[in-house]
C-alpha cells in the first residue's frame, strides 16, 4: 500500500516561530500536495509540486513556502506564524497522469499557533 | 466556478440502517469524481473513484452511483456500523492537472446504538 507520512500528528507553535511540516511518501509518486482543512470550508490547496525543485502555488499560498529537494519529500514551511493559520494540514501524493488514480493523504497534522 | 455540494451537512442514523449521502457540482471540464471517508483527526481514505462513463462503484458495504447529465453523485452505505461513523467527502476533478480538484465540505455521519 501506498504511504504518506506526515512527521507530527499534533503541534503546538507560538506566533512568529518558524515552522517546519515534512511529509514523504514510499511509491515514487510525482505529484506531492499540501491542503489546509478548516470546518466548514473544505481542503484548500496551498502548494503543490510535480517534480524535484519544481512548486506551483495553489490557491491559498500567502503565508506559505515549501521545499522539494527529494523527490519522496516535500516539506511546507509557516516562514512566520501566525494564529490564523491554526489548522489541519493535510499532505497527499499522486501519480502523474492516470486520471490521477492513485491520489493518497496522509494523516495529517494538527496545527495550533497560540 | 467549480463547486461541490454535499448533502445532508450531517446525519445520524441507528446501527444496521442504510443511509445515502448527496454530491452535486459543477465542475468543468469533468474528467472523475471520488468519495473519500475521513476519520476525526486523520486525513481522508479513498472509498471509490469513477470517471465520467461509470454510474456505478461499490466497495463493500459502500456504493457510490454517478449521473454525469445532472452531475450529481450519491454514496450508499449498506447494514451501517459503529464504525462508519466519520465525514464522507465528494471530491471532483477535472481532465488534466492533478492540482485541480474541487473537495466538498463532507458530509458527517453518527452512527448509534
Known amino acids: 500500500d501506498v504511504k504518506v507520512t506526515q512527521s507530527s500528528r499534533y503541534l503546538v507553535k507560538r506566533t512568529g516561530e518558524k515552522v517546519f511540516l515534512e511529509c514523504v511518501q514510499d511509491?515514487?509518486?510525482?505529484?506531492m500536495f499540501w491542503y489546509r482543512q478548516d470546518p466548514g470550508l473544505g481542503l484548500r490547496l496551498i502548494y503543490f509540486?510535480?517534480?524535484?525543485?519544481?512548486?506551483e502555488k495553489g490557491d491559498i499560498p500567502e503565508g506559505y513556502s515549501v521545499s522539494r529537494e527529494k523527490k519522496e519529500r516535500f516539506s511546507l514551511i509557516l516562514e512566520s506564524a501566525s494564529t490564523n493559520q491554526t489548522s489541519m494540514y493535510l499532505c497527499?501524493?499522486?501519480?502523474?497522469?492516470?486520471?490521477?488514480?492513485?491520489?493518497?493523504f496522509g494523516s495529517g497534522t494538527r496545527l495550533t499557533v497560540v | 466556478k467549480n463547486q461541490v455540494e454535499q448533502s445532508p451537512q450531517s446525519l445520524i442514523i441507528l446501527e444496521g440502517k442504510n443511509c445515502t449521502l448527496q454530491?452535486?457540482?459543477?465542475?468543468?471540464?469533468?474528467?472523475?469524481l471520488r468519495w473519500y471517508k475521513q476519520d476525526t483527526g486523520r486525513g481522508p481514505v479513498s472509498l471509490t473513484i469513477?470517471?465520467?462513463?461509470?454510474n456505478t462503484k461499490s466497495n463493500g458495504r459502500y456504493t457510490a452511483t454517478l449521473d454525469a447529465d445532472t452531475k450529481q453523485s450519491s454514496l450508499h452505505i449498506t447494514a451501517s456500523q459503529l464504525s462508519d461513523s466519520a465525514s464522507y467527502i465528494c471530491v471532483v476533478g477535472p481532465t488534466g492537472t492533478a492540482s485541480k480538484l474541487t473537495f466538498g465540505t463532507g458530509t458527517r455521519l453518527q452512527v448509534t446504538l
Open positions: 469513477m470517471t465520467f462513463s461509470e
Open positions: 511509491m515514487d509518486h510525482e505529484n
Open positions: 497527499a501524493s499522486s501519480y502523474i497522469g492516470m486520471g490521477n488514480y492513485g491520489y493518497t
Open positions: 454530491c452535486n457540482y459543477t465542475v468543468s471540464p469533468f474528467s472523475n
Open positions: 509540486s510535480y517534480d524535484v525543485k519544481m512548486k
